[in-house]
């Protein structure tokens, strides 16, 4: 238990200060979407939702499922997006932007995917 506290003691207390700033925000009546859009940023730049998704993770047999169940949509809903602005932009003649972008956004899912497979056939510790 030690370990795990050392080890995710700054995303614990992270967390604990969002959750404070977001009920002291929504007590003075701030607007909700302005907490989201600071909170989503908050979040973004401090790894917060890294390591919670960690946290989540290390719960037994439960936890890695609770993870894929909201990542791999994720990528999912990213590469739908990235496909509707490809079409909105071949009509508008960006064809040879489009190819490269799409390629670039192909390769990095592939990267993710054989970062994912490295990750777990070579062991860290």
Known sequence: MNDFLSQYKKYLILWALILVAIVIALALGID????LIATVI????????SGLGAIIAMIPWV????????????FWLLNAMGYFV??????????????????????????????YILGNLIPLN
């Not at 936890?63 to 994720?74: A, D, H, N, S, Y």
């Open 32 to 35: 909700k979407k302005i907490l």
């Open 42 to 49: 908050l979040g973004l730049f401090t790894h917060v939702f």
């Open 63 to 74: 936890g890695p499922l609770i993870v894929k169940v909201f990542t791999i949509p994720f």
């Open 86 to 115: 490809s079409i909105i932009a071949i009509k508008k003649g960006y064809t040879k932007e489009v190819t490269s972008s799409r390629v670039l956004t192909i390769a990095l899912l592939v990267g993710i995917v054989v970062g």
